[in-house]
């Protein structure tokens, strides 16, 4: 069975790294995430997001959005998404808060904010 994500079609576009990272990912997601029950209600969503959070950030799947690889964000999403939806929405929105300081904001806000959302 082919690991998700996987980065053979699009190779081309992929630099030696992201191969790696790939694999990382998917053995993450189907170790960490798959096991994981689906949230019962809401209350028990947001808390399971709040866990996401520091558990992403934990283990570094923030940090191509701080280096702004976009092929890597990609990947990691995909394997995210592959075994929890909630997973891959927690990874879009701390892109979503995060991208906007990254780009626009200045060393003051970057270094209050950024680090910390990435950790």
């Known amino acids: 069975m082919t ?18 990272l790939a694999q990382e990912a998917a053995a993450y997601a189907s170790r960490e995430l798959r096991p994981r029950p689906e949230p019962r ?6 808390k399971e997001a709040k866990a996401l959070l520091a558990d992403l950030g ?12 976009w092929r890597a964000c990609c990947l990691v999403r995909e ?9 891959d929405a927690v990874f879009a929105l701390q892109g979503l808060g ?22």
Not at 3 to 20: G, I, K
Not at 100 to 118: K, Y
């Open 3 to 20: 690991p998700t994500p996987d980065p053979h079609p699009v190779r081309p576009f992929l630099e030696d790294r992201h191969q790696p």
């Open 41 to 46: 209600d809401d209350e028990a969503a947001r």
């Open 58 to 69: 934990r283990a570094g799947y923030f940090r191509p959005i701080r280096e702004q690889d």
């Open 79 to 87: 394997a995210l998404a592959s075994a929890s939806p909630l997973a």
């Open 98 to 119: 995060t991208l906007p300081i990254l780009l626009s904001g200045n060393e003051a806000m970057r270094e209050r904010w950024v680090e910390a959302a990435i950790a």
